[in-house]
């Protein structure tokens, strides 16, 4: 499996960006696809997760009601919608996939496989 992440930019605190995470091949239903972020000078962190057995999604609490992920299964597509966004959301942000996830790894960064290069979100104030 290979990843593709685009979509970042530079928008003003309040603003909003859709990320992309495009897969080759098609994953099959063991997989969970999540976006993780790394600020300068801090350690990466879990920002969301869809796993597609179920599709549940999960999220960071500092995104919760602001960041929507989401997926066209049609196009491999993993999607994060990310609205009222504010300064401390300035990352490098990176999708990642695996298979055969339980809950409680999804959310830790060492437990995925496959890595697309990340995309570089700017939030002015």
């Known amino acids: 499996v290979q990843l593709q992440a685009s979509g970042g930019g530079s928008v003003q605190a309040g603003g909003s960006l859709r990320l992309s995470c495009a897969a080759s091949g098609r994953p099959s239903n063991s997989y969970t696809t999540a976006w993780f972020r790394q600020a300068p000078g801090k350690e990466r962190e879990f920002v969301a997760a869809f796993r597609r057995s179920t599709r549940a999604t999960f999220y960071a609490d500092s995104v919760k009601g602001r960041f929507t992920i989401s997926t066209d299964s049609a196009k491999n597509t993993v999607y994060l919608q990310m609205n009222n966004l504010k300064p401390e959301d300035t990352a490098l942000y990176s999708c990642?996939?695996?298979?055969?996830?339980?809950?409680?790894?999804?959310?830790?960064?060492?437990?995925?496989?496959?890595w697309g290069q990340g995309t570089l979100v700017t939030v002015s104030s």
């Open positions: 990642a996939a695996a298979p055969n996830l339980i809950v409680s790894s999804l959310y830790l960064p060492e437990k995925y496989y496959y």
